[in-house]
């Protein structure tokens, strides 16, 4: 089946503008997680949603950054007035997900990342 | 809170040699959840294993297997009889468990490199 797709696969933009990344997950999949992977580094949580909820926001950087997810499916992940710091691959991920009381265990699939440049 | 160490920024090796890449991570939580991915040049990262805290069972799959050891925090995954095709860079990640705790925590990743 298809994986998680993401979109664009590369963006360049200017300091100052907005981005709009978009993430379609896995068909079924209840949580998305976005991450930030800067060069040479692993990824960083970023938020996660389950279904439409945004469960945990607390890794975005600061009030730039916002995601939503407002039909449980696509979500897009913005950053207003970007600067040269925000360049690098932003990564989304998916997951099926447990949900009666118990631990989220199942595993996140990753799309192929955007990556983004600010000059 | 939790944390995950790959001390081996970069290892090369020939190939047809065998390869460990190094895993340590610290976390309060009794239920624990541990990865491997594999990001190959091409950039995307691909789900290797998941092993949860309550099974130290060791596993294997084909030329990889991974070495899960709470005793000393560790979870090391090894390549037999490396190839080519291998060379990427790997990266170990923690999930603590609960209702709460969701997202991964990963380490800095190790650069493979398989000569030929």
């Known amino acids: 089946g298809a994986g998680v797709s993401q979109s664009p696969r590369y963006k360049v933009t200017k300091r100052g503008q907005d981005v709009a990344l978009r993430c379609d997950p896995i068909s079924g999949h209840v949580s998305l997680y976005w991450y930030r992977q800067a060069l040479g580094q692993g990824p960083e949580f970023l938020t996660y949603f389950n279904y439409e909820a945004q469960q945990d926001k607390s890794g975005l950087p600061n009030d730039r950054f916002s995601a939503e997810r407002p039909e449980g499916s696509i979500s897009t992940l913005t950053i207003q007035r970007t600067e040269q710091r925000d360049s690098a691959m932003y990564r989304c991920?998916?997951?099926?997900?447990?949900?009666?009381?118990?631990?989220?265990?199942?595993?996140?699939?990753f799309g192929p990342g955007t990556r983004l440049t600010v000059l | 809170a939790q944390k995950v160490t790959q001390a081996q920024t970069e290892i090369s090796v020939v190939e047809k040699e065998d390869v460990t890449l190094d895993c340590v991570y610290e976390?309060?939580?009794?239920?624990?959840?541990l990865f491997w991915y594999k990001q190959p040049p091409s950039g995307e990262l691909v789900f290797l294993i998941r092993?949860?805290?309550?099974?130290?069972q060791n596993e294997i799959s084909g030329r990889y297997s991974w070495n899960f050891q709470k005793s000393t925090s560790s979870f090391n995954f090894t390549i037999t009889a490396s190839q080519v095709v291998d060379s990427a860079v790997y990266f170990c990640?923690?999930?603590?468990?609960?209702?709460?705790?969701?997202?991964?925590?990963f380490g800095e990743g190790t650069q493979l490199t398989v000569n030929p």
């Open positions: 976390t309060r939580d009794t239920t624990y959840y």
């Open positions: 092993r949860n805290s309550f099974d130290e």
């Open positions: 991920a998916s997951s099926l997900a447990r949900l009666a009381g118990g631990p989220l265990t199942d595993t996140q699939y």
């Open positions: 990640a923690l999930r603590e468990g609960g209702t709460s705790g969701s997202r991964l925590t």
